[in-house]
């Protein structure tokens, strides 16, 4: 199994960026997906989560109105519309695959099936 996340980048306060996950190895269409982020010295930490359909999502409290999830089960891709980016987004940025729930999915960090490598996400202010 597979997820080859892409999209980061060095950007500035306010601008906007998509980052891209395509799944490989698994019937995508099974898993809840998600992003999480890791800023330097911290914990990997539940940014959004979206369910095998994709009708069901949830986002912590901080990207509330700045990002969007969505995926495309038919293309093995889970997406992150990023925003209005703050220099408190800087972190790298994983995207996950797990047969939980969205919500359940969220305090699965230590026991999430399958991971990405990580993109880096840098916003200067």
């Known amino acids: 199994v597979q997820l080859q996340a892409s999209g980061g980048g060095l950007v500035q306060a306010g601008d906007s960026l998509r980052l891209s996950c395509t799944a490989s190895g698994l019937t995508f269409s099974s898993y809840a997906t998600g992003w999480f982020r890791q800023a330097p010295g911290k914990e990997r930490e539940f940014v959004a989560t979206?369910?095998?359909?994709?009708?069901?999502?949830y986002y912590t409290d901080s990207v509330k109105g700045r990002f969007t999830i969505s995926r495309d089960n038919a293309k093995n891709t889970v997406f992150l519309q990023m925003n209005s980016l703050k220099p408190e987004d800087t972190a790298v940025y994983f995207c996950a695959a797990d047969k939980s729930d969205a919500y359940g999915m969220r305090g699965r960090v230590k026991t999430m099936e399958y991971w990405g490598k990580g993109t880096q996400v840098t916003v200067s202010s």
């Open positions: 979206i369910s095998r359909s994709g009708n069901v999502i």
